[in-house]
């Protein structure tokens, strides 16, 4: 008889983590701060020192004047001191990232997504059936994303329990932190027979496999977590849906998959089961707390609260919707609904893994969302006013926003939360990012990083306090 994993037993605190008020920390930071507490604060705090415990924990942020500022910087085993043309920002959280597509990156965006799917997506994903060629894949791509500043990825894998393990592997040797999904798929006409689960039976047996396997990593900082994923409901059977949504509520494992993205797969679902993703994913127990939903372009209002009412949230995607989905995800109309938004690159459907790109071009798309794009129509009906976003709500996206999505202590760096986050410099030789004296204030400068910053400007990324690139 098959039986589901159980659930993991809670983490034990380490002794001293109650008793004593003072602890010495592993490493102290000081500089100037840029975050977003929300869609519309940018906090700046020059003149600080972060305090940062041996399992990456921000123990206190101090005004670097202060007492505790100044002992903190004194019995640290490590310190760093940012010059006046570095800021330190959190860590960006790329919340839908498909693994696999990395070698089709900047490529095959000519067709439509059903096309696309069965013509580029399923050859290519079917290859890592090869460990060596998901070794090699994965080997090149999380340096790389790290370089880039994405210190946290909602992975979607392969069908592959071996690739999909090797993948939470690299994550953890290369200290990115992750959430790992083997993708499950089993649906006769909406997969391809070389590419996809046996069955529906068979489809939950590996996936339940493969969260035992990666629960089962030596993982001190827990840095890696598997994730639930049917691929979008097209793919599934009914009966592997209803039997993940089982494996969910058994072991309280986050759940991902891809939701209303385009005309197409919207009116695909209406069609075979009468109703919304959204309607449907909740039928069949996959809609929770922090389910991630990817792209959410064709959600209703309806479909927005019923998000926000379990919890659950959308990774809005913006590169990629500009090619699939027809249509403009409405982040302020579901984030004013209570809905959490991340930011997703989702690779290679958006052909750039940088989230700072992401975060610029989410600004670009709402704006021609706000203003409308076609010119044969009158101004005033051209677009949906109140549909903009700027760069400090964009910000927001990639690190609170995600963070509040997955329910995770990331997004900010504040007493309690993990460091994870970026060092940007302003002074890099050829880099466009410059903060000019007399011309330039912190609001401006955060907008530059947004709009500019590249992996050269990106001197430095922490994972749980730890140096994971630069
Ligand atoms: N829907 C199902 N699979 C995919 C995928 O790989 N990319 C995107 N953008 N949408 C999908
Ligand atoms: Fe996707």
């Known amino acids: 008889m098959f039986t589901f994993p159980k659930p993991r037993a809670a983490a034990v605190s380490p002794a001293y983590d109650s008793q004593v008020t003072i602890r010495r920390p592993a490493l102290a930071v000081s500089g100037t701060l840029l975050q977003t507490p929300t869609p519309q604060s940018l906090e700046v705090r020059e003149h600080i020192v972060v305090a940062v415990d041996d399992r990456g924990e921000v123990i206190e942020v101090h005004a670097a004047d202060s007492d505790a500022g100044r002992s903190a910087v004194s019995s640290a085993a490590a310190t760093l001191a940012l010059t006046n043309a570095q800021r330190l920002l959190p860590g960006l959280i790329d919340t839908h990232i498909h693994a696999p597509q990395w070698p089709q990156l900047g490529t095959g965006l000519d067709i439509p997504l059903e096309r696309w799917l069965f013509e580029y997506t399923f050859p290519l994903e079917s290859r890592y059936a090869d460990p060596a060629f998901a070794s090699d894949v994965w080997q090149q791509m999380v340096p790389t994303l790290l370089a880039h ?165 959308v990774a809005h995607c913006p590169l990629s919707n500009s090619y699939f989905a027809g249509a403009v995800f409405p982040t302020r109309r579901a984030q004013g609904l209570g809905v959490h938004v991340g930011i997703g690159s989702d690779v290679s459907g958006g052909a750039h893994p940088g989230l700072l790109p992401q975060c610029a071009m989410a600004v670009t798309v709402s704006r021609m969302f706000d203003d409308g794009v076609d010119a044969a129509l009158a101004t005033e009906r051209r677009g949906v006013p109140g549909s903009r976003i700027d760069t400090v709500s964009a910000f927001h996206l990639a690190t609170k926003g995600g963070a509040d999505l997955l329910g995770a202590p990331l997004g900010l760096i504040e007493k309690g939360r993990s460091f994870d986050a970026i060092v940007v410099d302003l002074d890099r030789p050829l880099s466009p990012l410059r903060a000019w004296t007399g011309i330039d204030n912190e609001e401006r400068i955060f907008e530059k990083i947004v709009r500019l910053a590249a992996p050269a400007d990106i001197s430095r990324v922490f994972v749980a306090g730890q140096t994971v690139s630069g």
């Open 149 to 313: 500043g994405t210190t946290t990825a909602v992975y979607f894998a392969t069908v592959h329990e071996a690739a999909t393990l090797l993948l939470a592997e690299t994550c953890l040797q290369h200290g990115q932190r992750a959430y790992v999904g083997r993708v499950a798929m089993d649906h006769p006409e909406g997969t391809p027979e070389w590419y996809r689960d046996a069955d529906a039976r068979a489809g939950l047996e590996s996936s339940a496999r493969s969260i035992e396997q990666i629960r089962a990593l030596h993982d001190p900082l827990g840095l890696v977590e598997p994730i639930i994923t049917p691929r979008f409901i097209p793919a599934c059977s009914d009966e592997l849906l209803r039997s993940l949504g089982s494996l969910a509520e058994q072991t309280g494992v986050l759940v991902q998959t891809h939701c209303s993205e385009s005309d197409w797969e919207h009116q695909y679902v209406i069609e075979r089961h009468g109703c919304t993703d959204t309607e449907s994913l909740a039928r069949f127990g996959l809609l929770r707390r922090s389910t991630v939903l990817a792209h959410g372009n064709h959600l209703s209002e309806v479909d927005l609260g019923t998000i926000a009412a379990v919890g659950a949230g």
